[in-house]
């Protein structure tokens, strides 16, 4: 003879899975909580002089978020692809212009 265990509730009895399980992730930070450096905080980051920083800016690959601010966001993203740069070289150029050719993809 087959046994079962005692069903206690609906969730048991259809085998639904708590919705606490799977709360909804929250939205994007609002801009006022984002996480913001300052130029010497981001030379240290990126590896580079405060001079490049302001470099930088003004060739559009960074932008002042708050004042003289850069958003920490940006300054990460940026930083992850300058180390990828100094590991690989020339590998990675190859790779992000690959990525931009229409032709190749």
Known sequence: ???????HSVEDKYG???????LPRPAREPAMLRQLLS?????????V??????ELVA???LSFTH???????DVERLAALMEK???NG?????????????KKQ
């Not at 003879?1 to 069903?7: N, V």
């Not at 002089?49 to 302001?54: A, I, K, T």
């Not at 020339?90 to 229409?102: N, R, Y």
């Open 85 to 87: 740069l100094r590991k």
């Open 39 to 47: 130029i010497t905080q981001t030379a240290e980051r990126l590896r």
């Open 1 to 7: 003879m087959k046994t079962t265990a005692p069903i």
């Open 16 to 22: 639904i899975v708590s919705r606490s399980n799977y």
């Open 67 to 73: 004042g003289e601010q850069l958003d920490a966001a």
């Open 59 to 61: 060739k559009k690959r």
């Open 90 to 102: 020339i590998a990675t150029l190859v790779e992000i212009t690959a990525q931009g050719d229409p």
């Open 49 to 54: 002089r405060p001079e490049y920083v302001r």
